[in-house]
Each structure stands twice: as C-alpha cells, then as structure tokens.
C-alpha cells in the first residue's frame, strides 16, 4: 500500500463506524428513554467514551505499530480485521461479562441480563474487580514498558540519564522482572488484609501472562519460520499485540462505568474509539511516522510505564481517568516536539521524508 494515501484512506472505516455507532446510541438512547433529551445525553455519552479511548490509546497506536511494522502485510491485515473484532467484541463486551460471571458467580445469559435489566448493580460487581484488573493489566504493561528500556542493543536515548543506564543493565539477566517484583510488594504493603493478596496474586498473573506471551510468541514464529523465512512476525507478534491491547484497555472499560452504567453504550462508545486506533496503528506503519520522528516510540513507552504505575495507584486512591489519557497524550506531544528539534539540528542525516540518510 503506497504510503502517500491521505487521512481518508485509513480512517474511512473509522468514519463509517463513527455515523453508524452514534446513530445505533441516539437509537438505543431514544429506546430506553423515549425522550429527544435523554436520546441526546446517550448519543453526547457515546461521543465522549469514543474520544476517552482515542485520548487512553495514542500510546497504544504507537506501541502497536512498532511491533506491527516487524509483521508481514498478511499478518498486519489480519489484525486490523480480526484483531478489530477482538478488541470491540470481546474486550468491550465479552470481556465485561466475563468479569461479572467470574465474580458473581452466574451464568453469561444471567449477565446480560443483569447489564440490561439491573445496569447499577451490574456496575457494582465491575466496580469491585478494578482491584485485581488494576494489578494484572499494570503488571503486563509495565513489563512492556521495561522491556523496551532494558535493551542493550538500543542506541537511541531521549531521556538520556535514564536510558543510557537501563541499556547498561540489560545484560543482567531478570532485571525487569527483579524491578516488578519489589514494586509489586511495596504496592501491597500499603494495602490491607484480603485487598494485599488479590493485589499480589493478580499482578503475578499478569507477570507470568506477560513471560508465557513472549514465550509462546517465539515459539510459534521460530516454526513458522522453520517452514516459511518470510513469516516472521506472524501469530506470535499476533497474539502479542492482542493481550497488549487487552491490557491497555481494562482501565479504559472499567473507568467508562464512571460516565454510563450501560454496558451496550459502553461497548459503542469504546468500539467507535478502538477503530480509530486501529487506524492510527496502520497509518504510522505505512507512512513511516515512527522512522521519521526517532523520539516518539520513548515517549509512548513513557507513558505506558506512568499508566502501569497509575493502575497500581488506583488499588489505593482513584485517579480520574482524564488524568491519564491527557498523561499520555502529552508525553507523546513533547517526544514529538523533541524530534522535530532534532531533525532540525541534524538536518544533513535526514532526509526529505524525515527519514535516517
């Protein structure tokens, strides 16, 4: 795909999405409330949950499209085809479900129920699994973020005294994991009683969801590339990006409960902001954005590492979830700034496209 298609290129289904998921909430709005005022609060509510997972998920773009640039064209289609499906389908609605089920120990057709018929106490039992969903969905994304950092072969630094010392130390073996650790258990120790256990149990689930993921990452791609070399960056990378996405989405689901109980309001506003995404990821492969601006990928990473920590804050204090996306945003913003300087301080090693001569 040539990387000179304009903005309406890559977000056209966006937009589609965008007309139909705000007129189907007007719909839903006007169903459940038979009122033009009411009609307008769910369709204002819907349009604000789509800007609030644009807004969470710039970093999630620009994480995505680092890893996706590594893919071959046949796997970066699938996952914008299939990975949507996942992300709207089952984070956004299965993925719900599935924490009431577990928690309230009913049957999925119980849930449902229990999300349009009872939505305040099917928001309650959300509202009480942040804890562990904090732990888990922090622990994963903090490990991406280390990770990242602790790369003895990264020679690109930003923040300089930072991460000239965690390229340094990379080549101790665990070091990543030693860092998660210590924090898990300062983070407990502030906690009380049964809530410290939860903290520590889901946030080494989430550990060892991150390790078995790169794990079964390399020994699905290693195969295929046994039998094929140009499949690399396949169903490994694959399943990565999609328990990435699953982690940068939990805060995200759990904190739109603040704006609507709904959970099908819920599933339109987030869907319509997931697409954009997904759009976003594949725009910045195909145009080479991440070539171009050499700082923005440490910025995003930056704010994965503050939104890890911000979830394991939120076991103690909460947090507004404006704060967060406006966090990250920012971070982006400033890395993005700092590139620009950089390309023209250094114009005589970039090209005309911005890219490294």
Same mark, same amino acid.
Not at 126 to 139: C, D, Q, R, S, V
Not at 142 to 157: C, I, N, P, Q, S
Not at 158 to 164: K, S
Not at 286 to 307: Q, V
């Given at each position: 795909?040539?990387?000179?298609?304009?903005?309406?290129?890559?977000?056209?289904?966006?937009?589609?999405?965008?007309?139909?998921?705000?007129?189907?909430?007007?719909?839903?709005?006007?169903?459940?409330?038979?009122?033009?005022?009411?009609?307008?609060?769910?369709?204002?509510?819907?349009?604000?949950?789509?800007?609030?997972?644009?807004?969470?998920?710039?970093?999630?773009?620009?994480?995505?499209?680092?890893?996706?640039?590594?893919?071959?064209?046949?796997?970066?289609?699938?996952?914008?085809?299939?990975?949507?499906?996942?992300?709207?389908?089952?984070?956004?609605?299965?993925?719900?479900?599935?924490?009431?089920?577990?928690?309230?120990?009913?049957?999925?057709?119980?849930?449902?129920?229990?999300?349009?018929?009872?939505?305040?106490?099917?928001?309650?039992?959300?509202?009480?699994?942040?804890?562990?969903?904090?732990?888990?969905?922090?622990?994963?994304?903090?490990?991406?973020?280390?990770?990242?950092?602790?790369?003895?072969?990264?020679?690109?630094?930003?923040?300089?005294?930072?991460? $000239? /010392?965690?390229?340094?130390?990379?080549?101790?073996?665990?070091?990543?994991? &030693? +860092?998660?650790?210590? *924090? =898990? %258990?300062?983070?407990?120790?502030?906690?009380?009683?049964?809530?410290?256990?939860?903290?520590?149990?889901?946030?080494?689930?989430?550990?060892?969801?991150?390790?078995?993921?790169?794990?079964?990452?390399?020994?699905?791609?290693?195969?295929?590339?046994?039998?094929?070399?140009?499949?690399?960056?396949?169903?490994?990378?694959?399943?990565?990006?999609?328990?990435?996405?699953?982690?940068?989405?939990?805060?995200?689901?759990?904190?739109?409960?603040?704006?609507?109980?709904?959970?099908?309001?819920?599933?339109?506003?987030?869907?319509?902001?997931?697409?954009?995404?997904?759009?976003?990821?594949?725009?910045?492969? $195909? /145009?080479?954005?991440?070539?171009?601006?050499?700082?923005?990928?440490?910025? &995003? +990473?930056?704010?994965? *590492? =503050? %939104?890890?920590?911000?979830?394991?804050?939120?076991?103690?204090?909460?947090?507004?979830?404006?704060?967060?996306?406006?966090?990250?945003?920012?971070?982006?913003?400033?890395?993005?700034?700092?590139?620009?300087?950089?390309?023209?301080?250094?114009?005589?090693?970039?090209?005309?496209?911005?890219?490294?001569?």
């Amino acid at each position: 795909m040539s990387a000179q298609n304009g903005l309406m290129y890559y977000f056209k289904w966006a937009f589609i999405v965008t007309f139909a998921g705000l007129a189907l909430g007007a719909l839903l709005g006007w169903r459940m409330t038979g009122t033009a005022s009411g009609t307008a609060t769910i369709f204002f509510i819907c349009f604000v949950l789509a800007i609030l997972e644009i807004s969470l998920s710039f970093d999630n773009a620009i994480v995505n499209a680092n890893k996706l640039k590594t893919m071959t064209p046949a796997w970066q289609r699938r996952f914008l085809t299939w990975g949507i499906l996942i992300a709207v389908f089952g984070m956004r609605i299965i993925f719900p479900l599935l924490i009431v089920v577990i928690a309230a120990q009913i049957g999925p057709i119980q849930a449902i129920y229990l999300a349009a018929a009872r939505p305040e106490e099917y928001a309650r039992i959300m509202n009480e699994a942040h804890l562990p969903i904090a732990a888990f969905g922090g622990t994963f994304l903090m490990m991406v973020g280390l990770t990242y950092f602790f790369d003895h072969e990264k020679d690109v630094h930003w923040v300089r005294w930072i991460e $000239e /010392k965690a390229a340094r130390f990379a080549t101790v073996r665990g070091i990543e994991v &030693a +860092f998660v650790l210590l *924090l =898990i %258990l300062g983070f407990s120790r502030a906690l009380e009683g049964p809530e410290a256990s939860v903290f520590v149990h889901s946030a080494i689930y989430g550990l060892l969801t991150f390790l078995l993921v790169e794990v079964a990452g390399g020994l699905i791609d290693a195969s295929q590339q046994a039998l094929d070399t140009a499949a690399k960056g396949g169903l490994g990378a694959f399943l990565y990006l999609e328990v990435l996405d699953a982690s940068f989405s939990f805060d995200g689901v759990i904190g739109a409960f603040a704006l609507s109980q709904n959970l099908f309001v819920i599933a339109i506003g987030l869907g319509i902001g997931a697409m954009y995404v997904r759009s976003m990821t594949i725009m910045l492969v $195909e /145009k080479g954005t991440l070539a171009r601006y050499r700082y923005i990928e440490h910025g &995003a +990473f930056y704010a994965i *590492l =503050i %939104l890890s920590v911000i979830m394991y804050a939120q076991s103690l204090v909460h947090i507004p979830e404006v704060i967060t996306g406006l966090g990250g945003a920012a971070l982006i913003g400033i890395s993005l700034w700092s590139s620009v300087r950089w390309n023209r301080a250094n114009s005589e090693l970039v090209g005309p496209d911005g890219s490294k001569l």
